[in-house]
């Protein structure tokens, strides 16, 4: 999560959108002039006068720290302010869920299960695919990100689909100047398959997917067409 007293905006952290990549891009602009180290997936939480970084950090116990990387909209907005909350532009990325879904079963997998999986016929990943969404299995709604009791709180939803196209315009927006090269990747690699999102769908897992997401789907019009 960001947030930027000098450009007054605030971002909230969705999870396997890009949400890293972008943290990265706008991080600068909530740190002091000067204090920027440069790109970087890890990062303690810090806070100044020009702004609050929220802590990322990998592969090791993390301290407990104030500013969450997916703090939800009602946590920030009761630290920071209803003043500030009302007053920044606030912003997140929004994903396709089919897609999204895809992607958090492949991160949440064990290497061993990962590599595993990468051997065999792509009927094995989508039968296992479907296994477990229809397990019951949490699919993480990030509804608290960009939701206040059941309202949108957020003012901007950056893509995933056509990212850079989205950020150019909320550059332009905030007054900033970004190469597309800046935004990098930081959590690739993970998706050991290279078939559509589409083809991993049988037709009972697509229905949960749907049911769970519905808002998304019809907010945004996503489709697993």
């Not at 943290?23 to 020009?50: K, M, N, W």
Request: include cysteine; charge should be negative; proline fraction near 4%.
């Amino acid at each position: 999560m960001l947030v930027s007293h000098r450009r007054r905006f605030i971002y909230l952290k969705t999870t396997k959108t890009a949400g890293t990549s972008v943290e990265v891009l706008f991080e600068r602009e909530c740190l002091p002039e000067g204090a920027y180290q440069g790109p970087a997936h890890d990062s303690i939480e810090c806070e100044t006068e020009a702004g609050i970084v929220g802590a990322r950090m990998r592969g090791v116990k993390r301290p407990r720290v104030q500013w969450l990387p997916h703090i939800s909209a009602t946590t920030l907005r009761d630290k920071i302010g209803q003043e500030i909350w009302d007053d920044y532009l606030k912003f997140c990325v929004i994903r396709n869920p089919f897609d999204r879904t895809v992607s958090l079963w492949w991160w949440l997998m064990a290497k061993a299960d990962r590599e595993a999986l990468a051997a065999q016929d792509f009927a094995q990943t989508r039968h296992a695919f479907s296994d477990w969404v229809m397990s019951g299995v949490d699919l993480w709604s990030d509804r608290d990100k960009y939701m206040i009791e059941g309202r949108v709180c957020m003012d901007r939803f950056l893509r995933y689909e056509h990212l850079w196209n989205d950020v150019t315009g909320l550059c332009a927006e905030l007054g900033i100047a970004r190469d597309p090269a800046e935004l990098q990747s930081y959590k690739g690699g993970v998706r050991k398959k290279d078939e559509p999102f589409q083809d991993y769908y049988e037709p009972a897992a697509a229905a949960r997917v749907a049911q769970f997401f519905d808002w998304e789907i019809e907010h945004f019009g996503y489709s697993l067409g």
